[in-house]
């Protein structure tokens, strides 16, 4: 299996700039999460997705963030307008059985943003 | 306060060393307890996984969990080299929520 496929690796974009992230999870999972790492304050959920249906979304900071998942192979975590903070590794993740009862989630090699 | 706090280290050994990585914790509610493991510009993967407490052995690996303290730790056993790594502790309620530490970096010098 090809595991999570996320693009672009790396951004570098200018504030105010629009980034859209872009996650395929592994097929024939359900689930599939977006987090945002940073040295500070670790690896957090931003959203997660079940079935397509977004679940859980009060980890996005703000409105300036949206992520959509209109099918089961693909997923975008948009940022509109970009600010420096926004600078992280963003990580999109897959299960086929949710994390509930520690059931693995798959990450993929994360898209690294950097907002100037 | 964070609901889950981990040492970010670094934290230096020579190999063959046994290593204690630990996390604390804030909420009971917490029932599952995961350690997951990420290499330099990798995404993490699960490296092991707790229900409740008690111990938890694979291999060079022994997870623990205390409950009553609020305290998990991950042991490993002869330390290798390739163990260099970020280690995150993570924890659920039994939802799909999982909360992570902020990691503490190993690195293992031959």
């Known amino acids: 299996d090809a595991g999570v496929i996320q693009s672009p690796r790396h951004e570098v974009t200018e504030m105010g700039q629009e980034v859209t992230l872009r996650c395929k999870p592994i097929s024939g999972h359900d689930y599939l999460f977006w987090y945002r790492q940073t040295m500070m304050r670790g690896l957090e959920l931003l959203i997660y997705f079940n079935n397509n249906v977004p679940i859980d979304d009060s980890g996005m900071p703000e409105d300036r963030f949206s992520a959509k998942m209109p099918n089961a192979s693909f997923s975008t975590l948009k940022i509109q307008p970009s600010e420096p903070r926004d600078s992280a590794v963003y990580f999109c993740a897959s299960s086929d059985s949710g994390t509930a009862s520690g059931n693995t989630i798959y990450f993929g090699e994360g898209s690294w943003l950097t907002v100037v | 306060q964070k609901e889950v706090e981990q040492d970010p280290g670094p934290l230096s050994v020579p190999e063959g060393a046994i290593v204690s990585l630990n996390c604390t914790y804030s909420?009971?509610?917490?029932?599952?307890f995961m350690w997951y493991r990420q290499y330099s510009r990798k995404g993490p993967e699960l490296l092991m996984y707790?229900?409740?407490?008690g111990n938890k052995e694979d291999g060079r690996f022994t997870a623990q969990v205390d409950k009553s303290s609020k305290y998990i730790s991950l042991f490993i056993r002869d330390s290798q080299p390739s163990d260099s790594a970020t280690y995150l502790c993570a924890m659920s309620k039994g939802t799909d929520k999982l909360i992570f530490g902020t990691g503490t970096r190993l690195q293992v010098f031959p």
């Open positions: 909420n009971s509610a917490f029932q599952y």
């Open positions: 707790t229900y409740s407490s």
